[in-house]
């Protein structure tokens, strides 16, 4: 458990590193978009941030999607910062609108580089790390570093744009809005969905994402949760991954199996995963 609370505060630090990088990049270099970008990276601190907290708070291995426990306070508690991104990304889209936009320097490429290369080698270390002691903070952690270098690709081709022609940092600042916004509606949703629902031990469920689970020798099942919500279910699946294995493999994986899974049209609506070593 300490080297899970001292790679965390590492991957914190990087964080924190990276969040400073991209706000003061972004405004040396006149590209709002990587200040934006470098509050959507301040989101996932917080996430790291909590969980610290809560388990030094109740003395147990951390987690990023419910730090503080499996109650319903902690659930009110997670939809609670899932307002708080909203309302980030609320921020960031009225200041956006009132900016006076200005080409970008050139020279923030080289910035860009910067951040990616960090943000990729972090994923890819928290991956490592999370198989040798079974970390699902830090698998959590990696997947949201990969995730954040991902949306950093894809804001750099606005960052870039706007050297030339600058209304493309006002498009990549709404792109960043939309994903901050769609991160805060996922938690509240998730956590409403986990207050209203209702274990299910559906066999005929299980037994098809079984199946579907035995087609990956990369991947092992260990156990399926499913949560019965009204009219559709929601799954949390553990498995076991390959030492071998990494972080952009683990990523294609889990949206393979999304597909295939909601391909069967057996009603589930939400798919998590949790990783454990194989």
Same mark, same amino acid.
């Given at each position: 458990?300490?080297?899970?609370?001292?790679?965390?505060?590492? /991957?914190?630090?990087?964080?924190?590193?990276?969040?400073?990088?991209?706000?003061?990049?972004?405004? +040396?270099?006149? /590209?709002?978009?990587?200040?934006?970008?470098?509050?959507?990276?301040?989101?996932?601190?917080?996430?790291?941030?909590?969980?610290?907290?809560?388990?030094?708070?109740?003395?147990?291995?951390?987690?990023?999607?419910?730090?503080?426990?499996?109650?319903?306070?902690?659930?009110?508690?997670?939809?609670?910062?899932?307002?708080?991104?909203?309302?980030?990304?609320?921020?960031?889209?009225? @200041?956006?609108?009132?900016?006076?936009? &200005?080409?970008?320097?050139?020279?923030? +490429?080289?910035?860009? +580089?910067?951040?990616?290369?960090?943000?990729?080698?972090?994923?890819?270390?928290?991956?490592?790390?999370? @198989?040798?002691?079974? /970390?699902?903070?830090?698998?959590?952690?990696?997947?949201?570093?990969?995730?954040?270098?991902?949306?950093?690709?894809?804001?750099?081709? #606005?960052?870039?744009?706007?050297?030339?022609?600058s209304i493309f940092d006002f498009f990549g600042n709404l #792109?960043i809005v939309v994903i901050i916004f769609y991160k805060g509606?996922?938690?509240?949703? &998730?956590?409403?969905?986990?207050?209203?629902?209702?274990?299910?031990?559906?066999? @005929?469920?299980?037994?098809?994402?079984?199946?579907?689970?035995?087609?990956?020798?990369?991947?092992?099942?260990?156990?399926?949760?499913?949560?019965?919500?009204?009219?559709?279910?929601c799954i949390t699946i553990e498995m076991g991954i390959d &030492?071998?294995?990494?972080?952009?493999?683990?990523?294609?994986?889990?949206?393979?199996?999304?597909?295939?899974?909601?391909?069967?049209?057996?009603?589930?609506?939400?798919? &998590?995963?949790?990783?454990?070593?194989?």
């Amino acid at each position: 458990m300490k080297k899970e609370h001292k790679n965390l505060v590492f /991957s914190m630090i990087i964080n924190i590193m990276v969040t400073l990088l991209k706000i003061i990049g972004g405004l +040396i270099f006149n /590209s709002y978009t990587l200040v934006a970008s470098g509050y959507y990276t301040l989101c996932n601190f917080i996430q790291e941030f909590l969980a610290y907290i809560g388990s030094k708070i109740n003395h147990r291995r951390a987690n990023r999607k419910h730090p503080f426990g499996f109650g319903k306070v902690e659930y009110i508690a997670q939809i609670f910062v899932g307002f708080i991104f909203i309302l980030v990304a609320g921020f960031i889209l009225l @200041k956006s609108i009132y900016l006076t936009y &200005d080409v970008a320097n050139h020279k923030i +490429i080289f910035t860009l +580089i910067i951040i990616l290369l960090f943000l990729y080698l972090n994923a890819q270390y928290l991956l490592e790390i999370g @198989k040798k002691i079974r /970390s699902q903070v830090l698998f959590m952690s990696s997947r949201s570093s990969f995730y954040d270098a991902l949306i950093t690709l894809i804001s750099s081709i #606005f960052i870039i744009l706007s050297i030339w022609v600058s209304i493309f940092d006002f498009f990549g600042n709404l #792109f960043i809005v939309v994903i901050i916004f769609y991160k805060g509606m996922k938690i509240i949703i &998730d956590n409403v969905v986990l207050i209203t629902g209702q274990n299910d031990t559906s066999t @005929k469920i299980t037994n098809k994402i079984k199946k579907i689970m035995n087609s990956y020798k990369e991947v092992k099942l260990s156990d399926i949760s499913l949560i019965n919500v009204k009219n559709f279910y929601c799954i949390t699946i553990e498995m076991g991954i390959d &030492d071998n294995i990494n972080v952009n493999q683990l990523i294609k994986i889990e949206n393979n199996l999304r597909y295939k899974i909601y391909k069967e049209k057996i009603n589930i609506k939400m798919i &998590d995963f949790e990783i454990i070593k194989k």
